[in-house]
Protein backbone atom coordinates (compact mmCIF):
# COMPACT_ATOMS: atom_id res chain seq x y z
CA UNK A 1 0.00 0.00 0.00
CA UNK A 2 1.30 3.43 -1.31
CA UNK A 3 1.66 5.64 2.03
CA UNK A 4 3.91 8.47 3.44
CA UNK A 5 4.69 8.48 6.90
CA UNK A 6 5.71 11.29 8.90
CA UNK A 7 8.05 11.84 12.61
CA UNK A 8 6.17 12.82 15.36
CA UNK A 9 4.78 15.59 17.42
CA UNK A 10 7.13 18.02 18.52
CA UNK A 11 6.82 20.90 20.44
CA UNK A 12 9.60 23.76 20.57
CA UNK A 13 10.17 26.77 21.38
CA UNK A 14 10.93 30.47 19.93
CA UNK A 15 13.66 31.04 17.49
CA UNK A 16 14.72 27.37 17.62
CA UNK A 17 14.10 24.92 14.49
CA UNK A 18 12.17 21.76 13.66
CA UNK A 19 12.89 18.86 11.09
CA UNK A 20 10.18 16.49 9.94
CA UNK A 21 11.10 13.41 8.09
CA UNK A 22 8.45 11.81 5.36
CA UNK A 23 9.17 8.69 4.52
CA UNK A 24 7.39 6.90 1.21
CA UNK A 25 7.31 3.21 0.83
CA UNK A 26 5.63 0.57 -2.04
CA UNK A 27 6.21 2.65 -4.73
CA UNK A 28 9.65 4.53 -6.28
CA UNK A 29 10.27 6.99 -4.82
CA UNK A 30 12.55 8.99 -7.04
CA UNK A 31 9.10 9.07 -9.61
CA UNK A 32 7.26 11.37 -7.39
CA UNK A 33 8.14 14.87 -6.03
CA UNK A 34 7.18 15.84 -2.65
CA UNK A 35 5.09 18.45 -1.38
CA UNK A 36 4.90 20.63 1.78
CA UNK A 37 1.68 21.67 2.79
CA UNK A 38 0.50 23.27 6.53
CA UNK A 39 -2.02 23.90 8.26
CA UNK A 40 -2.53 25.82 11.50
CA UNK A 41 -5.16 25.16 13.87
CA UNK A 42 -8.92 26.11 12.77
CA UNK A 43 -7.36 27.39 9.37
CA UNK A 44 -7.06 26.30 5.66
CA UNK A 45 -4.07 24.66 3.51
CA UNK A 46 -1.10 26.44 2.61
CA UNK A 47 1.19 24.99 0.21
CA UNK A 48 5.06 25.27 1.58
CA UNK A 49 6.63 24.13 -1.00
CA UNK A 50 8.12 21.25 -3.11
CA UNK A 51 11.26 19.30 -4.02
CA UNK A 52 12.20 17.05 -7.09
CA UNK A 53 13.19 13.22 -5.28
CA UNK A 54 14.79 12.89 -9.07
CA UNK A 55 17.23 16.02 -9.15
CA UNK A 56 16.73 18.32 -5.85
CA UNK A 57 14.93 21.17 -7.75
CA UNK A 58 12.76 22.70 -5.45
CA UNK A 59 10.54 25.99 -5.09
CA UNK A 60 9.49 27.30 -2.15
CA UNK A 61 6.41 29.95 -1.03
CA UNK A 62 7.25 33.26 -0.92
CA UNK A 63 6.75 33.47 2.88
CA UNK A 64 8.64 31.18 3.96
CA UNK A 65 11.78 32.17 1.58
CA UNK A 66 15.30 32.12 3.92
CA UNK A 67 13.55 29.82 7.07
CA UNK A 68 12.88 26.18 5.34
CA UNK A 69 15.05 23.69 3.65
CA UNK A 70 14.00 20.82 1.94
CA UNK A 71 15.92 18.02 1.19
CA UNK A 72 15.40 14.24 0.34
CA UNK A 73 17.66 11.01 1.43
CA UNK A 74 16.88 9.05 -1.67
CA UNK A 75 18.52 5.66 -0.21
CA UNK A 76 16.06 5.79 2.35
CA UNK A 77 13.10 6.91 0.24
CA UNK A 78 12.58 10.15 2.56
CA UNK A 79 12.26 13.74 2.11
CA UNK A 80 12.91 16.23 4.86
CA UNK A 81 11.57 19.72 5.95
CA UNK A 82 13.36 22.02 8.30
CA UNK A 83 11.73 25.02 9.51
CA UNK A 84 13.98 27.80 11.03
CA UNK A 85 13.68 30.67 13.35
CA UNK A 86 10.11 29.44 14.73
CA UNK A 87 7.89 31.72 15.99
CA UNK A 88 4.02 30.60 17.22
CA UNK A 89 2.63 31.64 13.63
CA UNK A 90 4.52 28.41 12.73
CA UNK A 91 2.05 26.42 14.95
CA UNK A 92 0.27 23.99 12.70
CA UNK A 93 0.23 20.50 11.73
CA UNK A 94 2.27 19.95 8.65
CA UNK A 95 1.84 17.32 5.94
CA UNK A 96 4.00 16.16 3.24
CA UNK A 97 2.50 15.16 -0.04
CA UNK A 98 3.25 13.16 -3.33
CA UNK A 99 3.07 15.17 -6.55
CA UNK A 100 1.57 12.41 -8.94
CA UNK A 101 1.84 14.26 -12.46
CA UNK A 102 0.99 10.70 -14.42
CA UNK A 103 -2.41 11.36 -13.82
CA UNK A 104 -4.24 11.41 -17.57
CA UNK A 105 -7.25 14.20 -17.77
CA UNK A 106 -10.24 13.75 -20.35
CA UNK A 107 -8.09 15.54 -23.03
CA UNK A 108 -5.14 12.91 -23.00
CA UNK A 109 -3.11 14.83 -21.08
CA UNK A 110 -1.46 14.69 -17.62
CA UNK A 111 -1.98 16.54 -14.95
CA UNK A 112 -0.44 16.68 -11.46
CA UNK A 113 -2.08 16.62 -7.95
CA UNK A 114 -1.32 15.52 -4.52
CA UNK A 115 -2.58 12.18 -4.44
CA UNK A 116 -0.97 10.75 -1.02
CA UNK A 117 -0.57 12.28 1.88
CA UNK A 118 1.49 11.88 5.12
CA UNK A 119 -0.66 11.36 8.27
CA UNK A 120 0.41 15.18 9.61
CA UNK A 121 3.29 16.14 11.81
CA UNK A 122 1.85 18.92 14.76
CA UNK A 123 4.79 21.42 15.55
CA UNK A 124 3.44 23.35 18.87
CA UNK A 125 5.90 26.60 19.37
CA UNK A 126 5.56 28.03 22.39
CA UNK A 127 7.76 29.24 24.95
CA UNK B 1 0.45 34.70 -7.86
CA UNK B 2 -3.08 33.07 -8.57
CA UNK B 3 -5.42 33.67 -6.20
CA UNK B 4 -8.26 31.06 -5.73
CA UNK B 5 -11.73 31.80 -3.71
CA UNK B 6 -14.48 29.85 -2.90
CA UNK B 7 -17.97 30.03 -2.00
CA UNK B 8 -19.81 29.69 0.39
CA UNK B 9 -17.79 29.45 3.45
CA UNK B 10 -19.87 26.71 4.72
CA UNK B 11 -23.18 25.29 4.29
CA UNK B 12 -25.58 23.07 6.04
CA UNK B 13 -27.13 20.07 4.08
CA UNK B 14 -29.00 16.74 5.09
CA UNK B 15 -28.11 13.57 3.90
CA UNK B 16 -29.54 13.06 -0.11
CA UNK B 17 -29.35 16.57 -1.15
CA UNK B 18 -27.47 17.69 -4.12
CA UNK B 19 -24.44 20.12 -3.02
CA UNK B 20 -22.78 22.53 -5.06
CA UNK B 21 -19.56 24.56 -3.82
CA UNK B 22 -17.99 27.13 -6.24
CA UNK B 23 -14.44 27.47 -7.07
CA UNK B 24 -13.07 30.74 -8.61
CA UNK B 25 -8.97 31.64 -9.94
CA UNK B 26 -8.23 35.66 -10.32
CA UNK B 27 -7.02 34.37 -13.76
CA UNK B 28 -7.56 31.44 -16.20
CA UNK B 29 -6.25 28.17 -14.74
CA UNK B 30 -7.82 26.17 -18.25
CA UNK B 31 -8.97 22.95 -16.12
CA UNK B 32 -6.14 22.83 -13.76
CA UNK B 33 -8.50 22.95 -11.05
CA UNK B 34 -8.00 19.86 -8.34
CA UNK B 35 -10.62 19.08 -5.51
CA UNK B 36 -9.80 17.59 -2.20
CA UNK B 37 -12.13 16.78 1.15
CA UNK B 38 -10.33 16.81 4.04
CA UNK B 39 -12.37 15.22 7.36
CA UNK B 40 -11.14 16.84 11.07
CA UNK B 41 -7.72 15.56 11.96
CA UNK B 42 -7.24 13.92 8.45
CA UNK B 43 -4.99 14.72 5.37
CA UNK B 44 -7.05 16.12 2.66
CA UNK B 45 -7.84 13.47 0.16
CA UNK B 46 -7.90 13.86 -3.43
CA UNK B 47 -11.24 13.73 -5.20
CA UNK B 48 -11.12 15.19 -8.91
CA UNK B 49 -8.26 16.55 -11.24
CA UNK B 50 -8.22 18.16 -14.46
CA UNK B 51 -11.70 20.05 -13.10
CA UNK B 52 -13.65 16.95 -14.29
CA UNK B 53 -11.46 13.62 -13.56
CA UNK B 54 -12.63 11.62 -10.75
CA UNK B 55 -9.47 9.78 -8.95
CA UNK B 56 -9.46 6.62 -8.62
CA UNK B 57 -11.92 4.67 -5.90
CA UNK B 58 -14.10 8.61 -5.14
CA UNK B 59 -17.83 7.68 -5.85
CA UNK B 60 -19.64 8.27 -8.47
CA UNK B 61 -21.90 10.91 -6.21
CA UNK B 62 -18.99 13.51 -6.57
CA UNK B 63 -18.46 15.65 -9.72
CA UNK B 64 -16.59 18.54 -11.48
CA UNK B 65 -17.24 20.86 -13.69
CA UNK B 66 -15.92 24.47 -14.77
CA UNK B 67 -13.07 26.33 -17.11
CA UNK B 68 -10.96 29.05 -17.23
CA UNK B 69 -11.66 30.72 -14.09
CA UNK B 70 -15.29 29.28 -13.00
CA UNK B 71 -15.45 25.78 -11.12
CA UNK B 72 -18.32 23.56 -9.63
CA UNK B 73 -17.98 20.46 -6.83
CA UNK B 74 -21.05 18.91 -7.08
CA UNK B 75 -22.35 16.04 -4.58
CA UNK B 76 -25.75 14.28 -5.72
CA UNK B 77 -27.34 12.72 -3.18
CA UNK B 78 -24.77 13.95 0.36
CA UNK B 79 -24.40 10.87 2.66
CA UNK B 80 -23.20 10.67 5.99
CA UNK B 81 -19.18 9.75 5.08
CA UNK B 82 -19.25 13.48 2.93
CA UNK B 83 -19.75 16.05 5.76
CA UNK B 84 -15.88 17.10 5.66
CA UNK B 85 -14.19 20.44 4.34
CA UNK B 86 -13.40 20.57 0.64
CA UNK B 87 -10.64 22.11 -0.65
CA UNK B 88 -9.95 23.54 -4.55
CA UNK B 89 -6.47 24.06 -5.68
CA UNK B 90 -4.90 25.52 -8.90
CA UNK B 91 -1.86 23.63 -10.42
CA UNK B 92 -1.86 25.31 -13.63
CA UNK B 93 1.09 27.77 -12.26
CA UNK B 94 3.47 27.07 -9.99
CA UNK B 95 5.19 27.91 -7.61
CA UNK B 96 3.08 29.11 -6.14
CA UNK B 97 0.86 26.37 -6.10
CA UNK B 98 -2.76 27.94 -4.27
CA UNK B 99 -5.44 26.80 -2.46
CA UNK B 100 -8.99 28.14 -1.69
CA UNK B 101 -9.79 29.05 1.49
CA UNK B 102 -11.80 26.03 1.79
CA UNK B 103 -16.24 25.39 2.00
CA UNK B 104 -17.34 23.31 5.47
CA UNK B 105 -20.30 20.78 4.81
CA UNK B 106 -22.27 20.41 7.89
CA UNK B 107 -25.07 18.76 8.68
Known amino acids: QVRLVQSGPEVKKPGTSVKVSCKGS????????ISWVRQAPGQGLEWMGW????????NFAQSLQGRITLTIDTSASTAYMELRSLSSDDTAVYFC????????????????????WGQGTTVIVSS | DIQMTQSPSSLSASVGDRVSIACRAS??????LVWYQQKPGKAPKLLIYAASTLQSGVPSRFSGSGSGTHFTLTIDGLQPDDFATYYC??????????FGPGTKVEI
Open chain 1, 51 to 58: ISTSNGDR
Open chain 1, 26 to 33: DYTFTRYD
Open chain 2, 89 to 98: QQTYSSPPVT
Open chain 1, 97 to 116: ARRNPHLEGPDNYFYHALDV
Open chain 2, 27 to 32: QTIHNY
